[in-house]
């Protein structure tokens, strides 16, 4: 009978963090679908520009942003970015032009060539000098022309999960 109370907290615990994963949907953000890395309304820019953009039919955010060299830094980087993400959003740190951080930038290149090894040899034979990031040219290939939209909010129901 004295460990009724301890047993009792730890069901009460155990009870508390299964609504709390139930009612935040947490196993979607393990997933790639983009609409849940839109789940936060800052996002709304950049998720409706990727949805209008030459990537959305093949690319999903984690194609991107992510490394993609081995499962154990793709899954250390997603788990330290959503972190980043939260804390940053639920602080109300916010700004007001979101960016891709120096890591991030690298990963992104790094994907822009694991996908397009072939152009980039090309590229690579000719005379110009590789030293700038794919999107110094291709700005408007994954999140529209300037990487920002018009529109303040995105209505999820006009843009479905792809």
Excluded at 3 to 28: E, S, W
Excluded at 32 to 49: A, G, K, L, R
Excluded at 102 to 117: E, F, G, L, P, Y
């Amino acid at each position: 009978m004295k460990k009724f109370p301890l047993y009792a907290a730890i069901a009460a615990a155990i009870i508390a963090f299964g609504v709390f994963i139930y009612v935040t949907g947490a196993p979607a953000y393990a997933g790639t679908d983009p609409s849940t890395c839109n789940n936060c309304h800052v996002m709304d820019s950049e998720y409706e520009n990727w949805y209008h953009a030459a990537h959305a039919d093949s690319t999903t955010c984690v194609e991107c942003h992510l490394p993609h060299d081995n499962p154990i830094s793709y899954w250390i980087a997603k788990a330290r970015t959503g972190t980043h993400d939260v804390y940053v959003f639920s602080t109300g740190q916010t700004p007001q032009l979101i960016r891709a951080k120096a890591d991030t930038r690298q990963i992104i290149q790094a994907n822009c060539v694991r996908c397009h090894r072939a152009t980039v040899d090309n590229i690579m034979s000719g005379p110009q000098a590789f030293d700038r990031n794919c999107w110094d040219c291709h700005r408007s290939v994954a999140h529209g022309a300037r990487g920002i939209s018009i529109v303040p909010v995105q209505d999820a129901m006009l843009y479905p999960s792809k």
